[in-house]
């Protein structure tokens, strides 16, 4: 058994407390959080956790094991710090630091530790990503051509963050798990529309090594939602609509056939057109199956999917972004530091 | 009554020739085609019309007042500039021509001789597209924020140009006559994922003087056809899907307010959520009305709304488009060569 | 401060529990079920609320002063005959109870001990159906032609009532909210597909005096889940898809007018196709909106929206729908049995 | 060669005199409209084709071997009938006749000379039906519970016929194809909400012999066009939705499974929800594997798939769904007159 501690119960925590307590092998042995206020709900919903007002009083108690951190950005680093010191498994909200240094710091410390360090890239355990990258890793694509994401609707305006580091980093973790490669440039542009406040619309353009693009379109301020994604390969494509009740992933048996003839450029190129299939996705909460992995890596000393490295790539990502924004697009090339091992 | 010949019979070719033939003050002439197959079809579906193997043979033709050209790209311009030197009336197909050099040359042309001068940008003549213009004239969307446009779809792949000149061609040409304002600097970047091919989908961020930005997703390889513009405005903002078959219009009473006390940046921020309004749109065909216009400004010696100019516009933003897309997204100034007038 | 207790802790009561707990003006004061594993649910949940194994020992409680029932249909009447007895407010789910005679006998109990009787329709108290209601009085629909609704998903099978009383009871009670009338006839049909089981599929239609007609189409097993309601008027119509997370209501202006000529039948029909229209609806939720009514309605002794009698309008017609299920579409009249005043 | 007559040049007629004129083994012969302007667009479009303004010189016209009569429904039986008489295959518009006994006249007129008599049909010849025709005999499905169609928009009125003699009939001929048996009781309502004319709305069920049921919902007066179909089987079911542009029709792995233990029914129902399948249609227009299939019928003495026995059937149904739509939903029994052998 687990005892788990939740750091931070404004708007994401109350989703993770619920998930530690809906899930086996774990434990909701205490929650933090600096606002009376919030401490109060929880402890209403949840008699059985120890309320505590001070951080460290949580990360301080011996009988928690591990810690999920859902606290502000900037904050991550030194909380996460902390744990690791006193000892803490750790899941830190999306990003997982303010900058890549901080990120590899962590794992860093998690490492010298044998500590399980995970970051909640939530998308990540839908089980419409999950199905996609069964998809993909089985061949059902061919090569990967392009990832396309739509990404829009009106607010939530963050204040300490962009929507780059709001909302493209759901794309960028997704990306992560699904080609198992990172990108080596990024371009980026972006537009802030509100006096006094950072972008809230902007679009990148990433290369991956492997000559696969992805295109992501993020905004705080569109008048409807959309949460699409296009996925191009030379076999088949996919259409990921996530607002679907059901069908969300759609795959098109659809392309472009070359035939071989060198001389007749023009007429070689024919399209194919075939069924479209809709694969049946499990309704299980993907913060479940999150959880159910972070026990299991805790308790089997196993790596997480969304390992500390892969929250690092994704920061390094959005710093590489920041830069080539603050240029209208320069095109900046991603040269992860490598880290002493 | 305008006698009018129509050069190229044969994808687009065709559709001139009814709108042609549908309108009234003008007269379908003449038709030529170096294909002989196109011309019989052209003959057994227009049998008033002169028909003609050799574009010179309609050129020479002094009974004909004004042509229309629905050639390859890299024709436009020889065909043009005889046109006008023969003392023509000219529509282009889009692009203008290959080159901005060209299109100069064919503006210069024209003015010299008191010719209209006219591209057809059909999609300017769409209810849709003149129904939102009303609608930013009139100020209803306060500041434009954004234009940002998803039109991809799975082929046709052309020979001659990409999928920027192909496709970002249409929403060059609309932002030209929604925001009567020229972008000052593109970034785009781009894939080709047939071997031998130009490429088959890019992203276009456009920056213009206002402040409004631009951003365009084109693509000739996705699975299903999109064709979607998000317009943001400081006070309503506006969804086109231009496949809906009613309701193509929407306008959302949605947005951010900005409070004025200085100090509390984060409350001051609140969302409006109002009313959705759908305008009733014209199902007048754009073409007809494109045709109507033409003939209007031929008559009465006027200006057309997609005048030379406005297809001048738009090779520039291709041309600044391609540069930037060979340097992935290094974003490039747009300055326009003053014409001596 | 009204005192509630709610009975009956399965699928619809934690939703009941919850309004109350969330509702200025009540409290959750009991809660009774005769599942020691719900009473343990909603005692972890609830630890303020006494709780009862025995209904008896509920409504006994003099410290109580309204009863929420949401147990199976057929328990509806002598539960609330119960609760009324012992001088208590009642809300009971829909349907009211599981015929028109003890329908009839709850009204007149009520009201012989000036007690509120209220019924939860719970679709009358959501903004779509309140905007509805609205638009239609406040004439902009003009005459109202039809209402035409599809409720059709997969499963719930429910085991004691078929489709019509399961699904066809919301739009009956929505009908009787919205048209302030009462149908005189009904034409019903359906079918049953899984052996032992009541009918799982059912088409209403539904003649009123004004000459409104109603169809409802409802099934338990169907492919898609579709929550789609036409209303046709003389002067505009509504489209009311309950599943859109946005835009549920559109107003169209749109329909035919009739010209004066007499001569010309065929020439005096034209169509009117103008703006839509889409009303920004409240997002608050309806059962929070019905628990404050109820509120309203105990503290000053007024007569609920969805009260006894609507309630008893509303079983009426299920019966006399069962009765014309059983024959075909065999139209039966509906005659309510007047009640002694 | 067959040499083809059009009779009637109004709405339709020019669709099926392009079907002949694009299809392989027949000519476009002749065409007959009592309209001089109609006659006059015709000849424009079809100069080898012979015109008459009286109906009876084209039939009398020995070159002639085949008519389409594409006329008002009351006048198909007389022209038809002489049409048979001067040695004529015929293809009449739907529905065949006005009444039952006119459509039986025609079938055995045509027998008695060994003519091909057809019905007009389309829908039969779509790829969307034929494909879920393949569907259905592949047992797929297993046994078909339901057809439900949604077919309403708003206009055209007609003048001579109601709503179920324009819309219900393409289903009464999709269901006639699709389920190889006939109904045997039907029930049906309507509604006319304009001064002076028929029926605008209409609700049809009608019963099968094997259990099977079908629903029909016709409108003239809706303020959205809908064209969908639900069709429920013990092992799959479909959705058809005709207004798509692709992915018209979709198999959906649903249902409901029944243990065999008998003695907890309500434990016995399990959901299955599995794939959705939307198999690739071919994009042929249906008008012209319709005309293949006559010239196929009239070459090789075949009978039609929509043969003359298919439009009495409809008819037959037709005729009683008014006299139920009389009465309010009465159920009316479909007895066909069986005829002479």
Redesign the interface.
């Known amino acids: 058994m687990i005892n788990i501690g939740v750091i931070g119960y404004g708007y994401w925590g109350p989703n993770l407390a619920r998930s530690v307590a809906e899930t086996d092998g774990c434990r909701l042995a205490g929650i933090a959080d600096f606002s009376a206020a919030a401490l109060a709900r929880a402890g209403k919903r949840y008699?059985g956790a120890t309320l505590h007002q001070d951080v460290r009083s949580l990360i301080d108690d011996t009988s928690v094991d591990a810690v999920l951190i859902a606290t502000p950005v900037a904050t991550h680093y030194e909380i996460a710090a902390a744990a690791l010191r006193a000892g803490k498994h750790v899941i830190v909200e999306k990003p997982i630091a303010a900058s890549s240094d901080d990120a590899r710091r962590l794992i860093e410390d998690a490492a010298r530790r044998n500590l399980t360090l995970m970051v909640d890239h939530t998308f990540v355990y839908t089980s419409a990503v999950q199905k996609i990258g069964e998809i993909i890793r089985a061949g059902d694509l061919g090569d990967v051509?392009?990832y396309?994401s739509?990404r829009?609707n009106?607010?939530l305006?963050q204040?300490d963050v962009n929507v780059i580091w709001d909302l493209a980093v759901h794309d960028l973790s997704i990306l992560d798990y699904l080609l198992q490669e990172k990108p080596i440039?990024v371009?980026a542009?972006g537009?802030g529309?509100?006096?006094?406040?950072q972008e809230n619309?902007a679009?990148l353009?990433l290369?991956y090594p492997s000559?696969t693009?992805a295109?992501l379109?993020v905004?705080w301020?569109?008048?409807?939602?959309v949460r699409q994604t296009?996925i191009?390969g030379?076999k088949k494509?996919?259409?990921w609509n996530d607002?679907e009740?059901?069908?969300k992933v759609?795959v098109?048996?659809?392309?472009?056939t070359?035939g071989d003839a060198p001389e007749a450029?023009?007429a070689r190129?024919s399209?194919r057109?075939?069924?479209?299939?809709?694969?049946?996705l499990s309704v299980k909460e993907a913060l479940l199956t999150e959880m159910e992995h972070f026990v299991d890596c805790v308790t089997h000393g196993r790596e997480p999917i969304t390992s500390g490295q892969s929250g690092l790539s994704v920061v390094e990502t959005l710093e590489a972004a920041m830069l080539?924004l603050r240029?209208?697009?320069?095109?900046i090339d991603i040269c992860p530091v490598r880290m002493a091992s």
């Open positions: 008699p051509y392009y396309d739509t829009v009106l607010g305006f204040h440039a371009s542009s537009a529309h509100i006096r006094g406040r619309m679009h353009s290369f000559g693009v295109y379109n905004n301020l569109a008048p409807v939602k296009l191009g030379s494509m996919i259409v607002l009740p059901s069908e759609k098109y048996d659809r392309g472009v070359l450029v023009a190129i399209y057109s075939g069924d479209m299939w809709a694969p049946q080539s240029q209208r697009g320069q095109p």
